[in-house]
């Protein structure tokens, strides 16, 4: 198992390249499901996610090909499965989004209950209730979803709280239906609209994405499509973060500023500099981190995936902060790992309180999720002496040769095999 060394106390500098959205591509990959006709989709992040998804589609009788620096062919094979099998989707939550393509287009889908990240509960409940009233029959039997519809017929349906990947499930599930399918209370992210943008230019009539209602008329067929992905605005977040808490100033490419907005609101309140172009971001820290409030809550506000490496900046403010966490109920394990490193930080329920100021230093410390690795690294680029970030499995999943890029910009750090 690999693991991450960080020799702390380097300033940033330089230019980093922004990868794709791995929370783009994963429903784009699921929509190739919808069509008999190849679907090309370019800016695809070398991540350990997009592979575990690629494994899947395989599975299911569609098979990927890269081709170029970042592209992927998605045709299908002419052997399909109906099934989703648990040894494929126990590691991945993005598997449940073949539930609705596989029953819209078949009619059959057998879809093991997926795995992912232990930050917390993140039920299937709406997928099914939704699909349901589109007029699947569905049971749950020995942890496998098994749905069965002759064609879904369009209907409306109202999520009792907003999600993603319910969002993108019901969304594609409703191209093929028969009829119009309203969808309330939708979740507005960018990777939504990218889906939605996606499925378009494959022949879906959809109107509304991006906003919290989504109307879609079912058409017949859907052909292939040419489509490149959006850049991942969580990457891009956390590049910011790095610059700032190692008092540097890097310039980030390839991104989406406008995505990011209540990040960048935020991080101008404590004290940092940026300056955003179309496609670019520029970040500087010349003094001091001032301490500033944040919680997490849906887009636009402030999202839940950057909370980890947020609360590593605020380790190095000079003052008091106080971080919310209204997403997932188990978002805090990084603090544990922190503390481990000097940080000074308090708990209560979902409430976690930052003294800043404190000098971190070296430890061997163990990633429990995603962004929580995320915030390791953050952490060990100041801490002083050397880090050493155990189970970057985890950041494989979502990060694109972080180290690299980080190393590019100037930090000591490398990837070593155990």
Do not use: W
Request: proline share 3%; glycine share 10%.
């Amino acid at each position: 198992m690999d693991k991450i060394i960080i020799q702390g106390g380097r300033r940033l500098a330089g230019t980093v390249e922004i990868s794709g959205a791995k929370n783009a591509v994963l429903p784009g990959f699921a929509a190739s499901l919808l069509t008999e006709e190849e679907v090309h989709l370019h800016n695809i992040p070398k991540v350990r996610d997009v592979n575990t998804f690629c494994h899947l589609l395989a599975s299911l009788g569609v098979m990927p090909e890269t081709y170029g620096k970042n592209s992927c062919r998605l045709k299908h094979d002419g052997k399909t499965s109906f099934e989703a099998d648990y040894n494929l989707v126990k590691t991945i939550r993005a598997s449940i989004l073949v539930l609705g393509p596989l029953l819209s287009r078949y009619g059959h889908a057998r879809v093991s209950l997926p795995g992912g990240c232990a930050i917390g509960a993140r039920p299937v409940d709406m997928h099914i209730e939704g699909l349901k009233r589109l007029g699947a029959a569905i049971t749950i039997d020995h942890g496998y979803i098994e749905a069965k519809a002759k064609r879904l017929r369009g209907a409306e349906y109202s999520f009792n709280k907003t999600t993603v990947t319910g969002t993108e499930n019901l969304l594609m599930a409703a191209t093929l239906a028969k009829g119009r399918t309203t969808l309330k209370n939708c979740a507005v992210e960018p990777e939504i609209v990218d889906l939605a943008e996606l499925l378009i230019s494959m022949g879906a009539k959809i109107k509304g994405q991006g906003t919290t209602t989504i109307i879609i008329d079912g058409v017949e067929a859907l052909k292939g499509a040419d489509h490149t992905v959006i850049p991942d605005r969580i990457e891009t977040g956390t590049f910011m973060i790095a610059a700032a808490i190692t008092g540097g100033g890097i310039t980030l490419r390839h991104c989406l500023p406008e995505t990011l907005t209540a990040v960048i609101d935020k991080l101008r309140e404590t004290g940092i500099e940026i300056i955003t172009e179309e496609d670019s971001i520029e970040v500087k820290m010349n003094g001091s981190i001032c301490p500033a409030d944040v919680e997490t809550l849906p887009y636009p506000a402030f999202p839940t995936d950057m909370q980890a490496q947020y609360m590593a900046l605020m380790t190095r403010s000079n003052g008091v902060s106080v971080i919310k966490e209204n997403i997932f109920e188990n978002r805090f394990m990084h603090i544990a790992e922190l503390k481990r490193m000097g940080a000074s930080i308090e708990v209560s329920g979902r409430t976690a309180v930052i003294k800043g100021g404190t000098s971190l230093s070296g430890a061997r410390v163990m990633a429990t999720d995603l962004r929580a690795s995320a915030s390791l690294i953050l952490a060990g680029l100041v801490a002083e002496g050397e880090t050493v970030v155990d189970r970057i499995y985890h950041i494989d999943r979502g990060y694109e040769g972080i180290e690299k890029k980080l190393g590019l910009l100037g930090a000591r750090i490398e990837r070593v095999k155990s």
